[in-house]
């Protein structure tokens, strides 16, 4: 398992696209493999056949684990096939692990996950238990039913004496339990005060929940706010921006270039905007290494993308200096490949400071999580219509707030908020962004 990306410590095959036993040439694709932010390609290391993979589609393996051999035809890989006849194949579940055959017993597996249940019902679906009681009671007149019928009868309010067992040797088991209920309340233990008789309790069919395997992206992700939430020491400052002259402006541009079906969004004015800042507040555009701060010349923005599995942060490298056409066009290609896990390394890391922008689905004010080793991150909410007091008179005006998250042990308040006042005054008055 190579390393993908920089920041990827394991990775997951996605598919094999060699069989075992077809040749390879150095520099051939071999497989897909999911890494911590994107899905891609493993390419073979050297010539021969492909003799055995011992990572199946699915699973899971750390940087530098071996996932498959490469060698010669007549190339002795009988250590290789007993790692690969006896641990977990990637999957789960064993080499020759047997599965519940019946239905009522593959469903039982997910619903309760109870080993010893999951025995008991399978084993009344196929055969009579050994030493089982005889029917309709047990040791001294005691119902015979399985733990599971007996939980579900006492959460559906079931009398089990009403209901006729179909295991082995008269046992009562879940779908006897089942049955009764849907037969209605006849066999009910009580009556509801003035209701008469009481209705059996409705009860939801299939598992009760479902247990996700975590991706590559939200493993990392996970680890990487452990990072920053903890040890970064996180301060806030929120600033609201009048939108007005953005808005307007974003209209003007795009009147333009309607002829050429290009355009531009508040996003796009936001990027550059705050690239334009940070070119004027450099101690704003730096990163936390340990035993030193980095002050880059450059502004390399990240973008924050929802994509399935989390988010990615795409990068507008010199964001200062291209204009707000380029950066459009540039954050919908990177946005697109990054939906499709098809981001290279370099297009999602080196960034000197990130942008959060949540306006579009409702989000009027939030704080981001620092990525470190960035300094700092601007969480970006949406524009709203709100009563506006000036000289005297309530006016409605376009309001944006914008929430900067600093790491405290490189940007003071007083640091963040200059580079806070400078880009609100960018946006309110666009022209400023330019000179």
Known sequence: MEALSPTMEEGQVVKWLKSEGDGVTHGDIIAEIETDKATMELTARGDGILRIILVAEGGTAPVGDVIALIGAADEDISEFQAVAASPVNGTGQSEGEAVPADAEGAAETAASGEASVVAEETLAATGPAVGAESSGGG???????????????TESGVALSGISGSGPAGRIVKRDVEAAIASGPATATGAAPG????????????????????????????????????PVPHFFLTIEVDMGRAIEAR?????????????????DLIIRATAAALKRHPGCNAHWMGDSIRRHNRVHIGVAVAVEDGLITPIIRDADLKGLVHIGAEVRELAGRAREKRLQPEEYSGATFSISNLGMFGIHEFTAVIN?????????GGVEEVPVAEVGQVVIRSRMKMTMSCDHRVIDGALGAAFLATLKGMLEEPTAMLT
């Open 139 to 153: 040791v001294d007149g005691r119902i015979k039913a399985s733990p599971l019928a007996r939980r579900l009868a």
């Open 372 to 380: 470190p080793p960035e300094a700092g991150i601007l969480a970006v």
């Open 251 to 267: 209209s003007n541009i795009n009147t333009m270039l309607e002829r050429e079906g290009r355009k531009v969004s508040l996003n």
């Open 195 to 230: 209701l008469g008789a009481a209705t059996p309790a409705f009860v939801p069919s299939g598992a009760e929940f479902d247990d996700v395997p975590l991706s590559q992206m939200r493993k990392t992700i996970a680890r990487r706010l452990t990072e920053s939430i903890g």
